[in-house]
């Protein structure tokens, strides 16, 4: 069985994973993990953008309002303050990076998302943003002769020895095990579960490998309840869904129903860009009704070519031209505000172990996050987490024997149970929840349970993701940010700032 060593081991190659290997590479050996391409990440497809308070009506304490708000009493506050104060920095460097921010005149070009009150959303590429950062994110970290980039191999496990994170198992594209240990640190930066549910805008990488061998190596997990459903994914039944970014929306379009009824107006008085909690629930009511839901962007007619070019590609693809046809759209999965509990430099509740991007949970989204902050949290929680791996002592690594894994490979029964888990989670765990729809969707999960061979670990990892969620939104018995309960419809005052951390027992 391979044995390798290296000083740092980040498994994960999206924006979060990237900046974390560049900012430790000074300091030692990095190997970066990835069970699929380099580029296979949330972060190369995110459109819309990366919020910084950089414009000269912006401040960071508007974008912590803006960020706090839409949380809704549940923002870890020193979190945030991180967040926003560090931005404006984090966008410098990613720009010294080589990052090629879109501009307007001599300053960089900054659109609008939902419930931002200000214009601060920078984009590269009109709408290819994640693309246009992590690339040159990668093509550096390829450059580097500090960092090795490993893709196709799956992190199966964590090594534990005295309850201190060592290492991790994985299994290569030769289905080869290799033992990986870290001298120093292990960052997890693996991202989101948006595949738990059956419509998601999430990348198929994004199946919650990160959380849950965190999870089962004893680290606590916060806010699992929170999932964000995007209110624009195109409606053409794939996987993933297409996303037609709220960037268009904040160029002017407008949500219409089949009737015709710009129907924003009777949901929110800030119609199209309010929270995304808001605007997806109200498309969720129009459908319960019977109605279809549209995007109206035709009188934004060339400019949406010339704004919008990957999805404007897209379209056209479907047979869909915007400066004529009304955009079809429905909700889907996209974020999950919880993640492993971490404090404001990404360490976790287990010794050596960091975690940051959507894979950690360092309270800075609450029950729903501010469009445009995802990257952002992943690039400057990626530097503090570099910040303070670097102050560990080396460990000696030589002490432990594993066994040889194998990952099973029943393709078609591995689909199936995956189509399940995904089916259920979107009936009974998805936009509008209630207890007895939890109780069904739990009963059916642990029937699963007994079914998938261990082995099969993508798919227990998405099991297991998709029971702690339904868990923790049954017990959450009221309505905040992203989770809804529709037999408990409002907020309740005494779960203000109270979050749910869980540890398997
Ligand atoms: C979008 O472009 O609408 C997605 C941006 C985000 O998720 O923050």
């Known amino acids: 069985m391979a044995r390798v060593e ?32 380099e580029e296979e ?20 304490e508007l974008h912590r309002q803006d960020t706090l708000r839409t ?23 990613l720009a010294d990076w080589g990052t090629d921010f879109d501009v307007d005149g001599e300053q960089w070009a900054l659109g609008k998302e939902g419930s931002h009150s200000v214009s601060r959303i920078l984009h590269v590429n009109g709408d290819a943003t994640g693309a246009g950062i992590t690339s040159n994110l990668l093509r550096r970290a ?72 965190a999870y089962r190596a004893g680290a606590k997990l916060s806010d699992m309840e929170f999932v964000q459903f995007h209110p624009t994914a195109l409606a053409v039944e794939q996987n993933p869904m297409f996303l037609i970014s709220e960037a268009v929306r904040g160029e002017g379009a407008f949500l219409v129903n089949d009737c015709g009824e710009a129907f924003m107006e009777r949901y929110h008085s800030w119609k199209d860009l309010a929270p995304r909690d808001v605007v997806s629930r109200a498309i969720f009511q129009e459908m319960e009704q019977g109605r279809k839901v549209y995007l109206n962007a035709i009188h934004l007619g060339k400019r949406f070519r010339n704004r919008f070019p990957k999805i404007y590609k897209a379209l056209c693809k479907f047979g ?58 992943g690039t400057v929680f990626a530097q ?91 017990s959450r018995r009221e309505s905040r940010g992203s989770h809804y309960r529709s037999d408990y419809p409002k907020p309740q005052k005494s779960l203000e700032n109270k979050h749910q951390i869980i540890q398997e027992e």
Request: hydrophobic share 40%; net charge negative; with cysteine.
């Open 6 to 37: 290296t000083h740092f081991l980040v498994v994960g190659s999206g924006i979060a994973g990237l900046t974390t290997a560049l900012s430790l590479a000074e300091y030692g050996s990095v190997i970066v993990l990835t069970k699929a391409r």
């Open 41 to 60: 990440s949330n972060s190369f497809h995110a459109q819309g953008g990366i919020a910084a308070a950089i414009g000269e009506d912006d401040s960071p």
């Open 71 to 93: 949380g809704v009493n549940l923002c870890n506050p020193a979190s945030v303050d991180v967040l926003v104060n560090t931005g404006p920095r984090a966008i410098q460097k």
């Open 142 to 213: 390829m450059l580097h002769s500090n960092i090795q980039l490993i893709t196709h191999t799956m992190v199966t496990d964590l090594i534990m020895h005295q309850e201190v994170c060592r290492g991790a198992t994985a299994v290569d594209e030769q289905g080869e095990t290799v033992r990986y240990f870290a001298k120093q640190a292990v960052i997890l930066a693996t991202g989101g579960c948006g595949q738990i549910y059956q419509y998601t805008t999430n990348d198929p990488v994004s199946t919650g490998d990160g959380i849950a061998m």
């Open 320 to 377: 869909m031209d915007p400066s004529k046809d009304w955009i079809p759209v429905t909700p889907a999965a996209h974020f999950i505000m919880g993640g492993i509990y971490t404090d404001i430099y990404g360490q976790t509740t287990i010794s050596r172990l960091f975690a940051c991007g959507e894979v950690a949970c360092t309270g800075v989204h609450g029950a729903n996050r501010l469009a445009s902050n995802s990257l952002l949290e």
């Open 384 to 474: 503090r987490v570099a910040e303070k791996c670097i102050e560990l002592v080396e460990l000696e690594t030589d002490f432990l024997e594993l066994n040889r894994i194998t990952l099973c490979k029943n393709k078609h029964k591995e689909t199936e149970w995956k189509q399940t888990i995904r089916q259920v989670m979107w009936k009974y765990a998805g936009i509008v929840r209630t207890e007895e729809g939890l109780s069904k969707g739990i009963s059916q999960l642990k029937q699963l349970e007994t079914e998938i061979p261990q082995g099969y670990f993508e798919c227990r990892n998405m099991l297991m993701i998709a029971q702690v969620v339904m868990e923790l939104a049954l």
